[in-house]
């Protein structure tokens, strides 16, 4: 089982490479309503753009169209397909299925030692008085606690699921959404669910993270990112 600085180091080897970024950028082209529905992906301009070879845009694409943020057919461009726009959205509504019951089967079963160290980035997060370093933590905060309750939900599904879904997040990091109120809002919502999960409150568990994923809806700057 992975610790929680495993957890962590993982969060931060998922981003950087020039894939990654190719594939951020052709998402952010679609959430944000650049590239729509049946249009083509036009991977030499985007090479340029970004000032990056062929090859990074290319395994970008091939990446997305698995995923099925892109269709392509033999010999064909890849087009943006339907739905695309709203893919985190509907991540997170998968979340909100899975997360709640994750929650609860976790609950009083994470490591001591896992709990310190959540509990250490929490309080990490709260005495940060510099914006960008305290928004870096919350992120940081949000991946652990997500990844290591589905670790130890015991459903090997549920924690694939989950765990592909937190994959995601890496793009949402870095298109920042969050005004300073709704990343505390998020925060003490974090702690909600933490100290339930210490607890071993099972019913509570799953209250308070059903109720974390829905409000993140509230109030979004940008409706297609979560």
Same mark, same amino acid.
């Given at each position: ?12 080897? !998922? ?17 944000? =309503?650049?590239? /729509?529905?049946?249009?083509? *992906? ?16 290319? !395994? ?7 995923? =099925?943020? &892109? ?11 339907? =739905? #695309? ?5 509907? &991540?997170?509504?998968?979340? *909100? ?5 994750? #929650?609860? $089967?976790?609950?009083? @079963? ?5 709990? %310190? %160290? ?9 005495? %940060? ?11 940081? &905060? ?6 290591? *309750? $589905?670790? @130890? ?10 765990? @592909? ?16 109120? /709704? ?9 909600? *669910? ?13 209250? #308070?993270? &059903? ?6 809806? /509230? ?8």
């Amino acid at each position: 089982m992975s610790s929680l600085s495993s957890i962590l180091e993982t969060a931060s080897e !998922q981003s950087g490479s020039s894939v990654d970024l190719a594939y951020d950028e052709i998402l952010r082209r679609i959430v944000s =309503g650049e590239l /729509r529905e049946g249009e083509p *992906i036009k991977g030499a301009l985007i090479s340029r753009e970004m000032g990056v070879s062929r090859t990074p845009v290319v !395994q970008a694409i091939a990446r997305l169209t698995a995923e =099925g943020v &892109l269709n392509q057919e033999l010999n064909r461009r890849a087009i943006v397909a339907a =739905g #695309a726009e709203r893919w985190f959205v509907s &991540l997170h509504e998968v979340r *909100i299925l899975l997360e709640p019951a994750a #929650a609860a $089967a976790a609950a009083g @079963k994470l490591s001591r030692q896992t709990l %310190e %160290e959540l509990n250490e980035v929490a309080r990490q997060y709260e005495a %940060e008085s510099d914006w960008q370093a305290r928004r870096e933590t919350a992120y940081r &905060l949000d991946f652990a606690l997500h990844t290591a *309750i $589905a670790e @130890k939900s015991g459903n090997l599904m549920i924690r694939s699921i989950i765990a @592909k879904c937190m994959s995601f997040k890496r793009f949402a990091y870095r298109i920042p959404n969050d005004l300073p109120e /709704r990343l505390d809002r998020s925060h003490r919502e974090h702690l909600e *669910i933490l100290q339930a999960v210490q607890a071993g409150d099972a019913d509570t568990a799953h209250a #308070a993270m &059903l109720f974390h994923l829905r409000s993140t809806f /509230r109030d979004l700057p940008n409706d297609h990112v979560v």
